[in-house]
């Protein structure tokens, strides 16, 4: 019941968002691709969850001993605000590294795919995502984080902080702020990695920018916006194809 109220917050607040403010004038609200992005929506959340879990739980009893306790301390005894300054920045670093493996390691490709398979974008975009490659995520993010330490509170913050921005940043909206694409993944910045421009293939990788910076990847054109969007392969269209498309395909291994 929760996702079905969450479901309907979000489509309302950003249903509003999108018809104030929209990147794109022309593009419908139940775009192509809507229902199967529904459908990820609800059914990613039991899989994700079941499987992020599982696996973390595994992972922090195996790895639990590899960190001193008294780095753990140090770190839960920091001021909240630096917690999750810290936080925010592993986090999207080991995101940023998982992503671009996604991007140039073949098999990892075929799932990642499936997310890069949308020709329009908006909110609910996000949700389209392999829970395979979503769980392998969740762990890359969130173990380090349960291992150095971090508070329950601060865990808490990140991941409602984490489960706003892709949602925020895959939104048909424009909003021009351009000294914030330097510190969030605005949809001003986070559109350009959907692109389909042969130039912004393999850009914008994390959700903090400056970490693009660094590693020469952050592409944002003044006052452009993308041609197009999506990938040059023939993609399924419904949710349970593309659940078994990375299995089953071994024709698309690069974008």
Do not use: C
């Not at 979000?10 to 593009?27: A, N, V």
């Not at 509170?153 to 984490?162: A, M, P, Q, R, S």
């Amino acid at each position: 019941m929760k996702f079905v109220i969450a479901f309907l917050v979000l489509w309302l607040l950003f249903g509003i968002l999108e018809w104030q403010f929209p990147l794109r004038k022309e593009q419908k609200h139940f775009r192509q691709g809507w229902l199967t992005d529904v459908a990820h929506f609800f059914f990613n959340h039991i899989l994700i969850n079941a499987g992020t879990y599982l696996i973390a739980a595994f992972l922090y009893v195996f790895f639990k001993g590899v960190i001193s306790p008294s780095l753990q301390q140090a770190v839960r005894s920091q001021p909240a605000l630096l917690q999750f300054i810290e936080a925010f920045f592993i986090a999207q670093l080991a995101f940023y590294i998982v992503h671009r493996l996604a991007h140039t390691v073949p098999w990892l490709w075929r799932f990642h795919a499936i997310h890069h398979s949308s020709v329009e974008l908006d909110w609910l975009a996000s949700a389209r995502l392999h829970p395979v490659e979503a769980i392998a995520i969740n762990i890359a993010v969130g173990v380090p984080l349960f291992l150095l330490g971090f508070t329950r509170e601060t865990f808490g913050i990140y991941l409602v902080f984490g489960a706003i921005l892709p949602i925020l940043n895959h939104s048909n909206t424009r909003f021009q702020f351009p000294m914030l694409n330097l510190i969030i993944a605005t949809p001003d910045f986070h559109h350009w990695h959907h692109s389909n421009d042969r130039e912004a293939r393999d850009k914008n990788f994390s959700g903090f920018p400056i970490i693009d910076l660094i590693f020469g990847t952050y592409y944002v054109p003044k006052d452009q916006i993308p041609k197009s969007y999506g990938v040059d392969e023939m993609m399924p269209q419904t949710y349970w194809r593309q659940l078994l498309y990375p299995f089953q395909s071994t024709r698309l291994n690069k974008r």
